[in-house]
């Protein structure tokens, strides 16, 4: 009886762990490729794969479980980049010449990505580009180093202009996964900045896979 128990006991703790398991299915179609293997690494540990697949034509289907949804790296013929896995059915377009995941199907981190990016465009590149008319017309008129002093209080403006529009982005979306993932190439240059950002993540985002690996480059 003891016996039947145990196994009724182990089976459940089994079901669990495996319930609470992140799995999914990426599809690939990949131009100016040919044939090679897929491999998907942790972003802490660039040697061993934790899902390997072939590519055939451009083609191919990754498919398995991970501990939970999140950043990881995908090699795709020997062409590694960043990729935020939080699908279940996904499909990824995609040049291997110039790879990028804004056409990547069924994830809901490229639809912050791409709002972000815009929000990048209009409180960063459209400040700096408007400074650089000036700045160039500062040069063409020989103002040497007065240029190279304005361009560099633009481009610092500008600067500061883009992490107050994320940090409000943070404030309102404090529960989206890619989030913390954007701010890790922000933390770089403005740790004391990051820090406030982080504050504003949810406890369920600070706890994800993203948010831990911002709270280790905050530290």
């Given at each position: 009886m003891k016996q039947v128990v145990l196994f009724i006991l182990l089976s459940i703790m089994a079901h669990a762990a495996s319930a609470q398991k992140y799995s999914?299915?990426?599809?690939?179609?990949?131009?100016?490729?040919?044939?090679?293997?897929?491999?998907?690494?942790?972003?802490?540990?660039?040697?061993?794969?934790?899902l390997t697949t072939e590519m055939k034509d451009g083609l191919f289907t990754l498919a398995g479980e991970l501990d939970e949804p999140g950043l990881y790296t995908l090699d795709v013929a020997g062409t590694r980049f960043a990729i935020v896995l939080d699908g279940?059915?996904?499909?990824l377009y995609g040049d291997y010449l110039e790879p990028d995941t804004k056409l990547l199907k069924g994830s809901d981190a490229v639809k912050t990505r791409l709002a972000l990016d815009q929000l990048h465009y209009?409180?960063?590149?459209?400040?700096?580009?408007?400074?650089?008319?000036?700045?160039?017309?500062?040069?063409?008129?020989?103002?040497?180093?007065?240029?190279?002093?304005?361009i560099g209080q633009v481009i610092r403006d500008a600067s500061a202009?883009?992490?107050?529009?994320?940090?409000?982005?943070?404030?309102?979306?404090?529960?989206d996964l890619y989030v913390p993932v954007r701010l890790m190439e922000e933390v770089k240059k403005a740790s004391e900045w990051g820090k406030k950002a982080y504050e504003a993540l949810t406890p369920k985002i600070q706890a994800s896979q993203?948010?831990?690996?911002?709270?280790?480059?905050?530290?």
């Open positions: 999914f299915t990426l599809k690939g179609d990949i131009i100016n490729v040919k044939d090679g293997k897929v491999c998907l690494y942790s972003p802490v540990d660039s040697v061993r794969a934790l279940r059915e996904m499909m209009e409180s960063f590149d459209m400040v700096v580009n408007e400074g650089l008319g000036k700045y160039y017309e500062m040069i063409e008129n020989e103002q040497i180093e007065e240029a190279e002093g304005f202009n883009w992490r107050t529009h994320l940090l409000e982005f943070v404030k309102t979306h404090p529960d993203p948010g831990r690996l911002l709270k280790e480059m905050l530290k």
